[in-house]
């Protein structure tokens, strides 16, 4: 009987200890990209809950969770929304814009013309190809293919 009052005497520490690290730790997330060439995001997870945003193909994302066929997302500004899951990819990595009058670039330096496309706005979204150094070479949804300064983007 004295050992299981001992091991009993255990569980309120364990518990404590449980919950501080359960808020200590990073919440877990996962990179995703929007695979489609639309994708609305949504206040909950259903076609029922207010739809916030539109976004387009390769608009990345943090998954913060999933709740049935939906994910929680959250964007480049750290707002969080609802997307239905099937309009999604891990398969690749993307990268959004982070400024207004981005340059883009013919190769991996400035030295490189600027694209005769270019610049974007904020929210432009990219497939990632390859990173080299701080250069990122990237593909729009058209195809048409660029370079952006790394620190010029968000990539998830």
Not at 20 to 33: D, F, N
Not at 37 to 57: I, S
């Amino acid at each position: 009987m004295n050992r299981f009052k001992t091991k009993l005497s255990f569980l309120p520490a364990l518990f404590f200890l449980c919950f501080t690290i359960s808020i200590v730790m990073p919440q877990y997330s996962e990179a995703l990209c929007i695979k489609n060439e639309r994708a609305n995001l949504r206040k909950g997870p259903g076609t029922n809950h207010e739809k916030l945003w539109e976004v387009f193909k390769y608009m990345p994302f943090k998954q913060l969770g999933t709740k049935g066929a939906w994910k929680r997302i959250q964007d480049v500004d750290g707002d969080i929304y609802w997307v239905h899951a099937p309009l999604t990819t891990q398969k690749y990595k993307c990268a959004v814009i982070k400024n207004n009058k981005t340059n883009l670039r013919e190769g991996p330096g400035t030295k490189f013309p600027i694209v005769a496309w270019a610049p974007v706005d904020k929210f432009f979204a990219m497939k990632v190809l390859k990173i080299e150094k701080d250069w990122v070479h990237i593909e729009d949804s058209t195809g048409d293919k660029a370079w952006i300064y790394r620190p010029l983007v968000w990539i998830q």
